[in-house]
């Protein structure tokens, strides 16, 4: 259905270009409806704060889904992403007296190597990443737990939340940051080798294999990045709220694959775009921010959550099927 | 045992020497000092039956699998693969049956497929790879476009690109697994110039096929295998089928004519009409209390999914057919073991048996009503079932609850037969009954089927071996293109019917 | 290299092996803790673990047929805030009722998911752990329950009482483990469980029907959960919105320590019981220790990672022979 956008098509007249992007991602129609329906509910939500506010808020499962994109489209699955958040966060605060930038490098290179770890137990042992992930997901929640202890953490300096409250102009920095990885995202799964074999270990592992393709090391990047992404989506959080507890970032995961399905990845990989995924993750802030302005309780927001996903599993069995 | 070769004649040098080659399976001996020479600029055809080791030799040949005896010498040196990449290193590949690409990525990315150019940045070098692609289409002589999705190609498109790796990796040999299989005519055509185009250019071309108009077509000189062993080499245009065939069979086999006469009873099932989606297209056919139908035609031609489609295991849109003169729908399995249907499949362990269950357990599992009291299973019942067949069948088993993973391929299947008579079903299709079977193993389920067909079960026999069918059948039928192409009763079988059957268009 | 060194001159299979380490790493909490052997100790542990010991027998009917269910923790939750919330208004005859109804409900809702629209068991069981999670939430308005009067209601019978010196939940874990081992070891029901998750294709050649099968395991798996949920309630007097939170890992990595294959086709109630408990034991040993709640999440992670290792490495070691 929605295949990656080839290089060629840099060729073609823009407005043509723009219609073909649409085409093959239903998501960002879903996005203009979401914000005409909005829009008509209650007049706060078309206003540039309201927005840029959509943006920020996106950034955060954003990151997430950005770096599980391509773990995806390799076949694969990294349940474990919304622990790493809370890790990074709990790192990043706690650490802040051996200073500003060794704290955050120290918590996003932890998710790093756990994303490594979970992507060299995939490889080498060859369980499933569902499993191996799952109980990561556990796992590291215990270790953000087991660092952290039962508390709350707060920062004894205000640099981390006067990085959060970066902006330029309407934009918070949070938010253009979350853009950037969109596109450079885009770009390596576009443009690069490591992209495109991405693209062919999803699409027909046998014949990488075969012809010769890094697939473990492929695999095992895709993983690390993932992990990594997951770490500065924890500095972030921690960023915007100056505080970290253990138990943040529950339930991310499954926003960020919802994000990543909605937006056109298939499950069983090989295909999928950043573009999609991004369309996806505004589209579901879009929904939650708008369902909060128009005062629907935040315990409905697990139900549809649940329903969303679910709806997911059912188009993405309906589009891609063999 | 090296054929008289006449490679004097021929100007390209000996591009690969296969020397006394043997590899041994649990069980059977597929290869037996198997020995063969390829020239450069030569089509050279490996023919055989069924089970003759044609793909085991071209496996090993392209380092999926490794030799238990003898060497390969590929271009002047002694090679030992290990894997099929270090094959295609080295300048070997082998082109499957089955289409390996990437369908969601374009006809370049797969013909560079793990060589992608790219620059210092890692980004990809499109113009690079586009230009050497219009090279390699360009010297192959196809017609292919570089930026086409390689999955939305019709299938003899998506061989072009599979030909064109070679092309783009220099390849001297290029091994081809019954390419024409899932071809069309036109299509075969355009394969046969794309080859002639490589053999120009002086690779050398092992081809493997059991369809003898086709290598007549295309080859230099053939090959022969039978049984794991090497026949003999043949100068093609020095010979007609005949001479091949002779070869590839070699044995006398019991001419099905001289056989008694068999009175078959009623009609069991008879099918007026039934069209499997993708393979056949309104066929009909019946089989008679006390007959065994064979069902002969190639790989791919749809035998087994019509199987399937009695069997209540794939849906059909246009079915109707009569159990002993009545209408009925199979809608599913459960319906066809009710009514009185047994399917041996043909693939035995994805499909025949649960590896890590006993052979009890495995043979009672269709007829599981039988062994039960209000839900309750009869361990006695089902170890009596179980001996009562180990015993007829002579299976060579450890016990009723042992796991049947590690038997013999000949016992597996005769507990996959043990699971259906257990059944006593009216009617037992046998798909490919004694495949990767051990020859003493396969003389004996021959015979217990004749013994079934005596006793009045109907059957049918889905095979792609030649002598099976003209051993077994009372009457057989030839399935080609989709349609049903012949109908011989026992007095008109013979090699020649049927090969006219999968021939004729 | 190592781990061929130590198992080769004992003949252990690769999962003997991950057990046996367990083994040792329990041996040697008891050094540290000899308290936890008391019997008032064991007691209560196997208390404690009749709920999660439950819910595990309905695990391993789904895992047996070769699929997961996550949607449990939530479920337990759902079902113990009903009960605990109905008890008070409507009897406690009719909140156990509603609550073994939902567990039923949900469990035909899981079923239809997986083995009717055939979606991957893993993401729609876990959509389901959100959804139910948010009609928890959603039913009692972010609040816990409470029973107000504990000590005059018959309800508590099941979650505190003793009969002949043993505690209730204990003796509906044994009733339940020998009436469910029965079910899978010697009914025709059982079989085809074992054959789908053995080889759910060979299983179809032979006229199973295997849709209807996985969604009786579904069913199963709910209405157990329903019933671990009426005893904790009891047990508790109370329910969080949380209560189950985190369950279903915990009783998935018990059933597959018993032995059961996250591959299909091989596991028993029994041993899954046992694995359950063997956990509880080890949670109990590193409480006594002083270790906090949360160091049990980390051995789920390596349990789940060395067993489902151990038994993929024996079937390749199998295959290859």
Redesign the interface.
Same mark, same amino acid.
């Given at each position: 259905m929605m295949?990656?956008v080839?290089?060629?098509e840099t060729h073609m007249m823009p407005f043509a270009k723009v219609i073909n992007v649409a085409k093959r991602n239903p998501i960002w129609l879903v996005l203009v409806v979401l914000i005409a329906l909005f829009s008509f509910q209650t007049p706060y939500f078309l206003t540039v704060f309201n927005l840029s506010n959509i943006l920020y808020q996106a950034a955060l499962i954003g990151f997430l889904a950005v770096g599980l994109t391509p773990v995806l489209i390799n076949g694969n699955v990294d349940l474990s992403v919304g622990a790493m958040v809370a890790l990074s966060a709990c790192l990043a605060v706690s650490l802040q007296h051996i200073g500003f930038v060794p704290a955050l490098v120290i918590a996003v290179l932890a998710c790093t190597c756990l994303g490594l770890l979970n992507g060299i137990i995939v490889e080498y042992t060859g369980v499933n990443s569902f499993i191996v992930t799952l109980a990561a997901m556990l796992g590291v929640r215990g270790l953000a737990f087991l660092y952290a202890g039962d508390t709350s953490l707060s920062s004894p300096t205000s640099d981390l939340m006067e990085l959060g409250m970066m902006a330029v102009g309407p934009l918070s920095a949070t938010a253009i940051v979350f853009v950037i990885f969109v596109v450079v995202f885009q770009i390596m799964l576009s443009?690069?080798?490591?992209g495109?074999?991405t693209?062919?270990i999803? *699409?027909?592992r046998?014949?990488?294999?075969?012809? *010769? +393709?890094h697939v473990r090391r492929n695999v095992i990047v895709n993983f690390a990045v993932s992990g990594t992404m997951a770490g500065i989506a924890g500095v972030s959080m921690a960023a915007q709220l100056g505080a970290a507890t253990p138990s943040y970032g529950a339930e991310y995961e499954l926003w960020a694959i919802i994000a990543i399905v909605l937006g056109g990845t298939s499950l069983q990989g !090989?295909?999928g775009t950043m573009i999609g995924t991004f369309g996806a993750v505004l589209a579901l802030a879009a929904l939650r921010n708008g369902l909060n302005l128009i005062q629907v309780s935040g315990f409905y927001v697990l139900v549809i959550l649940g329903l969303t996903l679910i709806i997911a599993l059912v188009l993405d069995r309906q589009f891609n099927r063999e | 045992m090296k054929a008289n070769d006449k490679s004097s004649q021929r100007a390209g040098e000996i591009s690969l020497s296969v020397n006394g080659i043997s590899k041994r399976f649990p069980g059977v001996l597929a290869l037996d000092k198997v020995s063969v020479d390829v020239h450069a600029g030569e089509v050279h055809a490996i023919c055989g039956e069924n089970g003759a080791g044609k793909s085991t030799l071209m496996k090993v040949i392209a380092g999926n699998y490794r030799a238990d005896e003898g060497d390969l010498v590929f271009r002047g040196v002694k090679i030992d693969l290990r894997s099929?990449?270090q094959a295609?290193?080295l300048g070997i590949l082998l082109i499957h049956q089955e289409i390996?690409? +990437?369908?969601?990525?374009?006809v370049a990315?797969n013909i560079f497929?793990?060589?992608?150019p #790219?620059n210092r &940045? *890692?980004? +990809?070098d499109?113009q690079q790879l586009y230009r050497r692609t219009e090279e390699v289409i360009a010297k192959a002589g196809f017609k292919l476009s570089a930026?086409d999705?390689a999955g939305e190609l019709p299938v003899a498109r998506q061989q072009m690109v599979e030909i064109a790796?070679a092309v783009a990796l220099q390849s001297s040999l290029v091994i081809f697994d019954e390419p024409t299989a899932s071809l069309t005519e036109a299509e075969a055509k355009a394969l046969f110039d794309t080859i002639r185009q490589l053999k120009e250019n002086g690779v050398a071309i092992l081809y493997i096929s059991h369809k003898l108009p086709e290598i007549l077509q295309i080859s230099d000189r053939v090959s022969v295998l039978r049984d794991g062993r090497y026949q003999g080499t043949l100068q093609t245009d020095e010979v007609d089928e005949n001479a091949i065939t002779a070869l590839m069979i070699g044995r006398h086999l019991e001419n099905p004519n001289d056989r008694p006469a068999s009175h078959p009873g009623d009609e069991v099932l008879s099918i007026d009409r039934i069209t499997v989606p993708g393979f056949i297209d309104q066929a009909e056919l019946s089989v008679h209390a006390g007959e065994i139908l064979g069902m002969y035609g190639l790989v791919g031609a749809g035998r087994s999914e019509l199987a399937e489609v009695i069997?209540g295991?794939r849906d059909s849109p246009d079915v109707s057919m009569r159990w002993h003169g009545k209408p009925v729908k199979i809608s599913?399995?459960?319906d066809? +073991?009710?009514l009185g249907i047994g399917?041996v499949?043909e693939d035995r362990k994805?499909?025949?048996?649960?590896?890590? &269950?006993g052979g009890a357990?495995n043979m009672t599992?269709?007829a599981?009503?039988a062994v039960?009291h209000f !839900?309750?299973?009869s361990r006695d019942k089902e170890v009596r079932i179980f001996e009562d067949y180990r015993e007829k069948l002579q299976i060579a088993a450890r016990g009723p609850f042992a796991s049947v993973?590690?038997l013999s391929g000949g016992n597996q299947q005769k507990i996959v037969l043990g699971?259906w008579l257990s059944t006593h079903p009216d009617l037992l299709i046998l798909d490919e009954p004694t495949r990767g079977v051990d020859v003493g193993a396969k003389a004996e389920i021959h015979r217990l089927i004749s013994e079934l067909a005596k006793a009045g079960m109907a059957i049918i026999v889905i095979s792609s071996e030649m002598p099976e069918i003209l051993l077994l059948s009372d009457r057989a039928i030839v399935i080609h293109n989709g349609r049903v192409t012949r109908e011989l009763p026992r007095a008109q079988l013979s090699e020649q019917t049927l090969v006219e059957g999968i021939t004729s268009t | 290299m190592l781990l061929q060194i130590i198992r080769k001159p004992f003949h252990l299979s690769y999962y003997q092996l991950v057990i046996a380490f367990f083994g040792l790493a329990l041996i040697g909490i008891l050094f540290v803790a000899p308290t936890m052997l008391s019997p008032d100790n064991i007691k209560l542990v196997l208390r404690q673990g009749s709920i999660p010991a439950l819910m595990a027998i309905g695990v391993t009917f789904v895992v047996i047929s070769g699929r997961l269910d996550l949607s449990i923790g939530s479920l337990l939750s759902l079902c113990a805030i009903l009960i605990v919330d109905l008890h008070d208004k409507v009897g406690p005859v009719i909140a156990i009722g509603a609550g073994l109804g939902i567990g039923l409900l949900v469990g035909c809702v899981n079923g239809f998911l997986v083995a009717v629209l055939r979606l991957n068991p893993l993401i729609a069981t876990l959509g389901m752990l959100s959804l139910l999670q948010g009609i928890s939430l959603i039913y009692s308005d972010g609040r816990n329950a409470l029973i107000m009067d504990p000590e005059n209601t018959w309800f508590s019978f099941i979650g505190r009482s003793y009969i002949a010196g043993i505690p209730v939940p204990i003796i509906i874990l044994i009733i339940a483990t020998i009436g469910f081992s029965i079910l899978l070891r010697?009914?025709?029901?059982g079989?085809?469980i074992?054959?789908i998750g !053995?080889?759910e294709?060979? @299983?179809? #050649? @032979? !006229?199973?029907?295997a849709k209807r099968i996985v969604f009786s395991c579904y069913v199963i798996s709910g209405l157990m959960t329903a019933v671990a949920a009426v005893v904790f309630s009891s047990r508790v007097m109370g329910a969080q919105n949380n209560s189950g939170s985190g369950l279903e890992l915990y009783v998935l990595s018990g059933v597959i320590l018993g032995g059961a294959s996250l591959f299909g *086709?091989?596991g028993t109630i029994l041993l899954s019981v046992v694995g359950v408990m063997i956990l509880e034991f080890i949670q109990n040993g590193l409480l006594i220790v002083g270790l906090p709640y949360y160091t049990q999440w980390i051995l789920t992670w390596i349990v789940i990672i060395a067993i489902v290792w151990s038994d993929l490495a024996s079937k390749r070691y199998?295959e290859h022979?």
């Amino acid at each position: 259905m929605m295949s990656q956008v080839s290089a060629h098509e840099t060729h073609m007249m823009p407005f043509a270009k723009v219609i073909n992007v649409a085409k093959r991602n239903p998501i960002w129609l879903v996005l203009v409806v979401l914000i005409a329906l909005f829009s008509f509910q209650t007049p706060y939500f078309l206003t540039v704060f309201n927005l840029s506010n959509i943006l920020y808020q996106a950034a955060l499962i954003g990151f997430l889904a950005v770096g599980l994109t391509p773990v995806l489209i390799n076949g694969n699955v990294d349940l474990s992403v919304g622990a790493m958040v809370a890790l990074s966060a709990c790192l990043a605060v706690s650490l802040q007296h051996i200073g500003f930038v060794p704290a955050l490098v120290i918590a996003v290179l932890a998710c790093t190597c756990l994303g490594l770890l979970n992507g060299i137990i995939v490889e080498y042992t060859g369980v499933n990443s569902f499993i191996v992930t799952l109980a990561a997901m556990l796992g590291v929640r215990g270790l953000a737990f087991l660092y952290a202890g039962d508390t709350s953490l707060s920062s004894p300096t205000s640099d981390l939340m006067e990085l959060g409250m970066m902006a330029v102009g309407p934009l918070s920095a949070t938010a253009i940051v979350f853009v950037i990885f969109v596109v450079v995202f885009q770009i390596m799964l576009s443009r690069t080798a490591h992209g495109r074999n991405t693209y062919a270990i999803g *699409g027909n592992r046998a014949a990488c294999e075969n012809a *010769g +393709v890094h697939v473990r090391r492929n695999v095992i990047v895709n993983f690390a990045v993932s992990g990594t992404m997951a770490g500065i989506a924890g500095v972030s959080m921690a960023a915007q709220l100056g505080a970290a507890t253990p138990s943040y970032g529950a339930e991310y995961e499954l926003w960020a694959i919802i994000a990543i399905v909605l937006g056109g990845t298939s499950l069983q990989g !090989g295909r999928g775009t950043m573009i999609g995924t991004f369309g996806a993750v505004l589209a579901l802030a879009a929904l939650r921010n708008g369902l909060n302005l128009i005062q629907v309780s935040g315990f409905y927001v697990l139900v549809i959550l649940g329903l969303t996903l679910i709806i997911a599993l059912v188009l993405d069995r309906q589009f891609n099927r063999e | 045992m090296k054929a008289n070769d006449k490679s004097s004649q021929r100007a390209g040098e000996i591009s690969l020497s296969v020397n006394g080659i043997s590899k041994r399976f649990p069980g059977v001996l597929a290869l037996d000092k198997v020995s063969v020479d390829v020239h450069a600029g030569e089509v050279h055809a490996i023919c055989g039956e069924n089970g003759a080791g044609k793909s085991t030799l071209m496996k090993v040949i392209a380092g999926n699998y490794r030799a238990d005896e003898g060497d390969l010498v590929f271009r002047g040196v002694k090679i030992d693969l290990r894997s099929p990449l270090q094959a295609k290193e080295l300048g070997i590949l082998l082109i499957h049956q089955e289409i390996s690409l +990437v369908p969601e990525l374009t006809v370049a990315e797969n013909i560079f497929l793990g060589s992608l150019p #790219y620059n210092r &940045m *890692g980004f +990809v070098d499109w113009q690079q790879l586009y230009r050497r692609t219009e090279e390699v289409i360009a010297k192959a002589g196809f017609k292919l476009s570089a930026k086409d999705i390689a999955g939305e190609l019709p299938v003899a498109r998506q061989q072009m690109v599979e030909i064109a790796r070679a092309v783009a990796l220099q390849s001297s040999l290029v091994i081809f697994d019954e390419p024409t299989a899932s071809l069309t005519e036109a299509e075969a055509k355009a394969l046969f110039d794309t080859i002639r185009q490589l053999k120009e250019n002086g690779v050398a071309i092992l081809y493997i096929s059991h369809k003898l108009p086709e290598i007549l077509q295309i080859s230099d000189r053939v090959s022969v295998l039978r049984d794991g062993r090497y026949q003999g080499t043949l100068q093609t245009d020095e010979v007609d089928e005949n001479a091949i065939t002779a070869l590839m069979i070699g044995r006398h086999l019991e001419n099905p004519n001289d056989r008694p006469a068999s009175h078959p009873g009623d009609e069991v099932l008879s099918i007026d009409r039934i069209t499997v989606p993708g393979f056949i297209d309104q066929a009909e056919l019946s089989v008679h209390a006390g007959e065994i139908l064979g069902m002969y035609g190639l790989v791919g031609a749809g035998r087994s999914e019509l199987a399937e489609v009695i069997f209540g295991l794939r849906d059909s849109p246009d079915v109707s057919m009569r159990w002993h003169g009545k209408p009925v729908k199979i809608s599913s399995p459960s319906d066809a +073991v009710r009514l009185g249907i047994g399917l041996v499949p043909e693939d035995r362990k994805d499909h025949g048996l649960i590896l890590d &269950m006993g052979g009890a357990t495995n043979m009672t599992l269709p007829a599981l009503r039988a062994v039960q009291h209000f !839900g309750f299973i009869s361990r006695d019942k089902e170890v009596r079932i179980f001996e009562d067949y180990r015993e007829k069948l002579q299976i060579a088993a450890r016990g009723p609850f042992a796991s049947v993973r590690t038997l013999s391929g000949g016992n597996q299947q005769k507990i996959v037969l043990g699971k259906w008579l257990s059944t006593h079903p009216d009617l037992l299709i046998l798909d490919e009954p004694t495949r990767g079977v051990d020859v003493g193993a396969k003389a004996e389920i021959h015979r217990l089927i004749s013994e079934l067909a005596k006793a009045g079960m109907a059957i049918i026999v889905i095979s792609s071996e030649m002598p099976e069918i003209l051993l077994l059948s009372d009457r057989a039928i030839v399935i080609h293109n989709g349609r049903v192409t012949r109908e011989l009763p026992r007095a008109q079988l013979s090699e020649q019917t049927l090969v006219e059957g999968i021939t004729s268009t | 290299m190592l781990l061929q060194i130590i198992r080769k001159p004992f003949h252990l299979s690769y999962y003997q092996l991950v057990i046996a380490f367990f083994g040792l790493a329990l041996i040697g909490i008891l050094f540290v803790a000899p308290t936890m052997l008391s019997p008032d100790n064991i007691k209560l542990v196997l208390r404690q673990g009749s709920i999660p010991a439950l819910m595990a027998i309905g695990v391993t009917f789904v895992v047996i047929s070769g699929r997961l269910d996550l949607s449990i923790g939530s479920l337990l939750s759902l079902c113990a805030i009903l009960i605990v919330d109905l008890h008070d208004k409507v009897g406690p005859v009719i909140a156990i009722g509603a609550g073994l109804g939902i567990g039923l409900l949900v469990g035909c809702v899981n079923g239809f998911l997986v083995a009717v629209l055939r979606l991957n068991p893993l993401i729609a069981t876990l959509g389901m752990l959100s959804l139910l999670q948010g009609i928890s939430l959603i039913y009692s308005d972010g609040r816990n329950a409470l029973i107000m009067d504990p000590e005059n209601t018959w309800f508590s019978f099941i979650g505190r009482s003793y009969i002949a010196g043993i505690p209730v939940p204990i003796i509906i874990l044994i009733i339940a483990t020998i009436g469910f081992s029965i079910l899978l070891r010697y009914t025709t029901f059982g079989r085809k469980i074992y054959a789908i998750g !053995g080889n759910e294709a060979a @299983s179809r #050649y @032979s !006229g199973i029907n295997a849709k209807r099968i996985v969604f009786s395991c579904y069913v199963i798996s709910g209405l157990m959960t329903a019933v671990a949920a009426v005893v904790f309630s009891s047990r508790v007097m109370g329910a969080q919105n949380n209560s189950g939170s985190g369950l279903e890992l915990y009783v998935l990595s018990g059933v597959i320590l018993g032995g059961a294959s996250l591959f299909g *086709g091989s596991g028993t109630i029994l041993l899954s019981v046992v694995g359950v408990m063997i956990l509880e034991f080890i949670q109990n040993g590193l409480l006594i220790v002083g270790l906090p709640y949360y160091t049990q999440w980390i051995l789920t992670w390596i349990v789940i990672i060395a067993i489902v290792w151990s038994d993929l490495a024996s079937k390749r070691y199998r295959e290859h022979q």
